[in-house]
């Protein structure tokens, strides 16, 4: 079993019409030079339940993670996991709760 270091877990609110803009930095957890090889975006339900967002996520600048997130449900929150695995090996992982709200 891997084990993975992880980010500190941020708030996101966005309404369920909106396709929001996020970005997870891995920066602080990374050495100078190190880069993102591979990545994994997932997203659940808290509580239980099948997700229905939609999340379209890029590499960038090879230390931080952006995406777009789409759809939810109002009232709903969500947990929207990122798993990276760096160039020198390191496995980290960044949380994120994301409540969808219709203001």
């Not at 591979?38 to 339940?49: D, Y």
């Not at 709903?76 to 996991?81: D, G, N, Q, S, T």
């Amino acid at each position: 079993m891997s084990s993975y270091s992880v980010v500190a877990p941020q708030i996101l609110t966005k309404q369920p019409w909106e396709k929001r803009y996020y970005s997870m930095d891995f920066e602080n957890l990374m050495v100078s030079g190190e880069t993102i090889s591979t990545k994994v975006v997932t997203s659940e339900v808290l509580g239980g339940g099948t997700t229905d967002l939609s999340i379209t996520s890029d590499i960038i600048s090879g230390q931080t993670v952006e995406m777009w997130i789409e759809s939810g449900t109002h009232a709903k929150r969500y947990r929207v996991e990122v798993r990276v695995t760096t160039s020198l090996g390191q496995k980290l992982e960044g949380d994120g709760i994301l409540k969808v709200r219709d203001r």
